[in-house]
């Protein structure tokens, strides 16, 4: 059974919970906007479902509403920033702001994090640093106590799902690429187990290291993993999954002794294509190219060429319009997390 709600009555929930939590209003809507839009796009491993998780984490005091982000290292360019454990959606909306102010400047730009929280969908930020007609490149990497993906090879966990994304400007909606470097998400794996089904063959193995499809073989004990992105060529998967734990992790200055001080270490890039061929010349060419790949006739079981992020913007007109689906457990843990915190809901 799934439970309907509109978007409207998700983003009162989520404020209300996070201010609860002792959030500034400016804070509470950063994270139920984030949140909100992840579940209307359809990406529920990601939205609302993280509420439970995120009320935990300030009750035992990993997250800290309030905590100011500080730079502590910067050139015209670059910035390496303390997100001071705030919520990641907190701390990653003001990156995005330094990153879009050293772009318009030097035309490149990277800022880096440490310290800080779950930052929910990567894609959001990289789509909000295309929305200002810049083309973005964002990583993210977790901490050692998460990592959950094994090696390619391997049958303990090395790494975390460690996401990359990018966004690219059209005269429409940004092309949005959002994708696990491992065959599937850890919260995409939550859906699975709560709503009791078993999850595709290739995504995860036992703590032996063998083929599962039981959610319950990864999350254990013992504890299994996730495989890392590419099957049978899954090393390539790995590959990319290490290149975000350096540009989320190493670039940064964070070791895996830094374990505890950190869930996320968030790494984003602007291009200013002002630099290069001029910002409304390059969407026109964006417009182009979008416009010759999707002429490409289908193959068969196909009945269109779907540009990175089009499904998730369609998605998300259909869910305004006729609600956001959630399953009878996680709303479940939603209500009762919101008690905590003294909410009814």
């Avoid at 982000?69 to 454990?85: P, Q």
């Avoid at 984003?268 to 026109?284: C, H, M, Q, R, T």
Wanted: hydrophobic share 40%.
């Amino acid at each position: 059974m799934m439970v309907l709600k509109t978007s409207e009555e998700l983003y009162q929930m989520a404020v209300e919970v996070i201010t609860a939590c002792g959030a500034t209003p400016e804070e509470a809507a950063f994270v139920a906007d984030e949140l909100v839009e992840t579940s209307l796009m359809g990406i529920d491993s990601h939205g609302v479902i993280r509420i439970p998780q995120y009320v935990n984490q300030v009750l035992n005091g990993s997250i800290r509403p309030g905590a100011a982000l500080t730079i502590i290292r910067e050139t015209s360019s670059t910035a390496v920033v303390d997100c001071g454990l705030n919520f990641g959606a907190v701390s990653a909306n003001k990156m995005v702001d330094i990153l879009l102010q050293k772009a318009e400047q030097s035309n490149i730009a990277c800022v880096v994090s440490r310290r800080s929280h779950h930052v929910g969908r990567l894609g959001a930020y990289a789509q909000k640093i295309a929305g200002h007609q810049m083309v973005a490149l964002a990583a993210v990497n977790g901490a050692k106590s998460e990592h959950c993906v094994a090696p390619w090879g391997g049958r303990e966990g090395r790494l975390c799902t460690n996401p990359f994304a990018y966004a690219v400007p059209t005269s429409k909606d940004p092309l949005v690429f959002d994708m696990s470097t491992s065959m599937i998400a850890e919260g995409r794996l939550r859906i699975y187990k709560n709503q009791g089904e078993s999850v595709p063959l290739g995504r995860i193995q036992d703590a032996e290291g063998n083929p599962s499809t039981n959610p319950m073989d990864f999350y254990g004990p013992p504890a299994g993993t996730l495989l890392p992105f590419g099957a049978e060529f899954g090393y390539k998967g790995f590959g990319l999954g290490l290149l975000v734990e350096i540009l989320g992790g190493v670039l940064a200055g964070v070791s895996l002794s830094d374990d505890a001080d950190y869930v996320n270490g968030l790494c984003l890039i602007a291009i200013n294509p002002d630099a290069f061929y001029g910002k409304e010349s390059f969407v026109k060419e964006m417009d182009q190219l979008s416009e010759y790949m999707t002429s490409c006739p289908t193959a068969p079981g196909f009945d269109q060429i779907t540009l990175p992020g089009a499904l998730d913007f369609q998605r998300k007109e259909q869910r305004l319009r006729s609600g956001v689906p959630i399953d009878e457990v996680t709303w479940e843990t939603i209500v009762q997390a919101a008690k905590k915190v003294g909410c009814s809901l």
